[in-house]
Structure formats: C-alpha cells, structure tokens
C-alpha cells in the first residue's frame, strides 16, 4: 500500500509517501509544499490544492494521512491552518483518494508506543523505521512521514479488519 502522509499548513506543508507491505515502510519521497508569506491566502490555498494534487498524480498512492488540528495557544495561526487542511481534504475528495486524520496523540503512540512522546522521539523513531541516516528536513517533512507511518500501522491493525462472521446492521 502507498501512503501519503500530510503535515497541513499555508506556508509549508510537510509531505511523505511511503511504501507500506508486511508491517515493513520504505521511504519514496518527502519534502514540502511552500507558498510565499507575501502572497494573498487565497492565492497560497489555489497553489496548495494544485501542488498537492501534482504530488498524487505522480505518486498515485492508495490512501492519504493527514495529521487533525490542534489549536495550542496561538488561534490565529490555527485558522491560517485550517484553511490549508481544508484545501488539502478538498483536493483528496476530488481526485477520490481516501483520508484517515489521527491526532497527534495517536501519531505519537503509533511511532513512539507512548502518546507524550517528544518531537525529538517521534523524529528519531521515524528515522529509525524508514532506515534513514538522518532525519531529513525540513520538520514539516518528517512530521508528515511518522502521520504516513502511524496510518501504515493503524491500516494493518487487527483492530480495524471487519469479521466476515459479524454482520452489519443499519
């Protein structure tokens, strides 16, 4: 399974695509898609949308991650970022490629196996898991590679394999 993990964002959103098969990842490719800070909102959310589906025509993957929002202290920047990740959720929808969004108490505990874990664990894990002698910039790019790695993980739980046994009632 190809996995495209997102790190949302206006001025830079983080991206990774992994190879995901037996419980094993290979990296494929990472980096960032970076808008200029003097360009108005709407332009910065027209070239988000364009580069990101850029990024899944080239790589085709089967399913996206995406990391959901937090708001810590700073709200602004927050609502700056919400309508980036709007922008990204609306270019996987339009080209019909599916979304998983973890928390990033989840992405944590899916890399680390401990949900407080420190960005410095999560990254070095990272690197670790994908076989990387170093872990590569820019952060956006890293925390978007541990959201692809934390789906690849929770795509494989037994946790979310339905019982053929078990029928579904509506």
């Known amino acids: 399974m190809r996995i495209l993990g997102i790190d949302p964002g206006v001025a830079t959103v983080g991206f990774g695509?992994?190879?995901?098969?037996?419980?094993?990842?290979?990296?494929?490719?990472?980096?960032?898609?970076?808008?200029?800070?003097?360009?108005p909102l709407a332009a910065r959310l027209v070239q988000i949308g364009g580069d990101l589906e850029q990024?899944?025509?080239?790589?085709?993957?089967?399913?996206?991650?995406?990391?959901?929002?937090?708001?810590?202290?700073?709200i602004t920047t927050g609502i700056a970022v919400a309508h980036g990740r709007g922008v990204l959720l609306y270019t996987a929808e339009k080209l019909h490629l599916p979304v998983y969004e973890y928390t990033p108490m989840q992405i944590k505990q899916a890399v680390v196996g401990y949900g407080l874990a420190e960005k410095r664990q999560v990254m070095d894990m990272t690197r670790r898991l994908l076989k990387l002698k170093a872990v590569p910039r820019?952060?956006?790019?890293?925390?978007?590679?541990?959201?692809?790695?934390c789906h690849a993980r929770s795509a494989t739980s037994l946790l979310r394999r339905k019982?053929?046994?078990v029928k579904e009632t509506v």
Request: without cysteine; charged residues 30%; glycine residues 6%.
């Open 163 to 165: 019982d053929p046994d």
């Open 55 to 74: 990024l899944i025509r080239q790589f085709q993957p089967d399913e996206m991650s995406i990391e959901e929002l937090f708001f810590s202290k700073n």
């Open 138 to 149: 820019p952060d956006d790019a890293a925390d978007a590679r541990a959201i692809a790695i």
């Open 17 to 39: 695509v992994i190879d995901s098969e037996g419980g094993r990842q290979r990296m494929v490719r990472y980096g960032a898609i970076t808008t200029p800070a003097g360009m």
